[in-house]
């Protein structure tokens, strides 16, 4: 479905992203690990089109996508969470998953003025809200909220977003153990309808668990790449990523 080939990024004399490949199958879910540095918010940036690779190609559905403008990529049916909130703060929880199942300007302008919204969009949100724990805040103004609610309410806005693959830029940071298992049984829920999912994330334990394959970066270079159960007796990935 998404096949990266030799990617490579530099900014200034810093090789982000040196000479990457890899490719993601459909229904799937794929893990992009490393630690702080290594490069895989710069691949997720290249992938969205938010960044342009020196050199290198994304493709999906093996078509060229790496030349398109962000918008253009998420139109494709790409939904991204990104590591940074970036909720609509003056609207309510609510509100903002609306907004998810709808992006176009004229919704956004009527979801202002309180427009009444439409029961089947009701009803997935309410679905969702439940399996997530987020009910007792729906209507809370996202700016009241700690961080860990509103990670909650971005990874709910990624999965409402119609999509074909799901990139996800560390789901579990700033969520408690408890809200952590939850989304881990979502993310599998996801993948048993058909979803494909890929995801940084520094939990190794969280990765391990629901990842069918694992990717791992070093100073912008793949060290390795394979299932879970090779990828924990991997020397190269002890070195480099817990320091063993």
């Not at 020196?54 to 030349?67: C, L, P």
């Not at 494709?76 to 300007?105: I, M, P």
């Not at 940084?200 to 791992?216: G, Q, R, S």
């Amino acid at each position: 479905m998404l096949e990266i080939s030799n990617l490579k990024k530099n900014f200034g004399g810093i090789k982000a992203v040196n000479d990457c490949s890899f490719k993601i199958k459909e229904n799937s879910i794929t893990a992009l690990i490393g630690s702080n540095g290594s490069g895989k918010t710069t691949v997720f940036n290249i992938i969205s089109g938010i960044l342009k690779p020196d050199s290198g190609k994304v493709r999906f559905n093996k078509k060229i996508i790496s030349e398109k403008q962000p918008h253009e990529i998420s139109n494709l049916g790409f939904s991204r969470l990104f590591q940074q909130s970036r909720l609509f703060d003056n609207l309510t929880v609510k509100e903002n998953l609306h907004l998810a199942l709808n992006n176009q300007d004229t919704f956004f302008l009527k979801s202002l003025f309180k427009t009444i919204f439409n029961k089947e969009d009701n009803k997935k949100i309410l679905e969702l809200a439940k399996i997530m724990e987020i009910e007792s805040f729906m209507n809370k103004l996202t700016k009241n909220l700690s961080y860990g609610q509103k990670r909650l309410v971005e990874i709910a806005r990624a999965v409402l977003n119609p999509h074909k693959i799901l990139i996800l830029d560390e789901p579990t940071a700033g969520v408690n153990p408890k809200l952590r298992k939850e989304i881990s049984k979502l993310l599998i829920n996801l993948k048993k309808r058909g979803d494909t999912i890929l995801f940084i994330e520094h939990d190794l334990n969280f990765t391990l668990k629901i990842a069918d394959e694992i990717i791992v970066l070093d100073e912008g270079k793949i060290i390795a790449q394979g299932k879970p159960n090779d990828i924990k007796k991997n020397k190269k990935v002890l070195e480099a990523y817990l320091g063993e």
